[in-house]
């Protein structure tokens, strides 16, 4: 499956780098520099919620993506909890990592059950128009199926599978969790791909400083702090979330229009040793809480 893994990822990547040109731009830049440009992890959200169909109850939350990760050979590595915001997460890593170049990936959901009763109910009735024939589980492939039509149908996983929902439903909902309100506009689309500083091999971009400041100059918006620091081993900055129009339903006219709302952002990151054991080092490989926060918040709507 690791053959599939980094084809289904590099599809994945064309889908979301033609949305987020900051993204080509950091390519362009690490490239140009003759560096090499790698994925530290890719990030996916969704909905802790379950819907009743007649195969049974549907998930639409972590237990959903995680099928993907799990066929794929990938394994929990961390879970990391966000009360103030009503989220969970966990991150996977594959066994193969290194040997096979596969990226982390970090599926966070939305707790909806803790959001207010107008809000749920908000939720609930967008998300209920997943069609009755919603792929579950979704790695329930045939003996028949080659590489090629696996990868293509768990690409159509990264999409929104409910109908358009209403304006008014993506604004309220945005006053609650502007997560939730993201998750209503884009689905299961890949929030965000990841940079990984340790790799570009070009001494013009050594360090997650230097790439930051490089795509600064050339125009990029960042984000303003660098979160993390080199003793907890990660550091972490992004990319300003591009914005993008948007089709939502008019409440009054019932039709489809367009609105502007955030996608997605590039992150950067960079690893350090950190002390295991007494006189022992590694390499961090999991994800610290905090920067995860402040990194969540990059899509939130600015007026």
């Not at 830049?29 to 090499?36: F, P």
């Not at 696996?150 to 909902?173: A, G, N, Y």
């Not at 689309?189 to 500083?197: L, P, S």
């Amino acid at each position: 499956m690791n053959k599939i893994a980094l084809n289904l990822f590099s599809l994945l990547w064309q889908e979301y780098s033609a949305r987020v040109t900051y993204a080509r731009t950091y390519q362009q830049m690490i490239m140009a520099a003759g560096g090499t440009v790698a994925n530290d992890h890719i990030a996916l959200r969704s909905l802790r919620m379950s819907l009743d169909r007649p195969q049974g109850k549907i998930s639409l939350g972590i237990d959903y993506l995680s099928q993907i990760a799990d066929a794929l050979g990938y394994v929990p590595a961390g879970e990391y909890h966000f009360p103030q915001t009503h989220l969970y997460a966990r991150h996977y890593r594959h066994p193969q990592q290194a040997e096979f170049d596969l990226p982390k990936l970090f599926i966070s959901e939305l707790i909806v059950d803790e959001l207010p009763n107008q809000i749920i109910e908000l939720i609930s009735q967008t998300v209920s128009t997943i069609p009755q024939n919603f792929t579950y589980p979704l790695t329930n492939f045939s003996p028949a199926d080659n590489d090629e039509i696996i990868v293509q149908r768990l690409q159509k996983v990264f999409t929104r599978p409910w109908l358009t929902p209403r304006r008014s439903v993506v604004e309220e909902v945005n006053q609650a969790s502007q997560y939730g309100a993201w998750v209503l506009l884009h689905g299961y689309a890949v929030n965000h791909f990841t940079g990984y500083v340790n790799r570009h091999q070009t001494p013009e971009y050594a360090n997650i400083d230097d790439t930051a400041l490089g795509l600064a100059n050339l125009g990029v918006p960042m984000k303003a702090e660098i979160e993390g620091d080199i003793a907890c081993g990660l550091r972490q900055t992004a990319t300003q979330a591009v914005k993008e129009m948007v089709t939502v339903i008019d409440d009054f006219t019932g039709e489809e229009i367009q609105v502007p709302w955030t996608y997605a952002y590039y992150e950067i990151a960079q690893r350090y040793p950190v002390e295991i054991a007494p006189g022992k080092q590694e390499l961090f490989d999991a994800f610290l809480g905090n920067n995860a926060q402040q990194l969540f918040e990059m899509t939130r709507l600015s007026k």
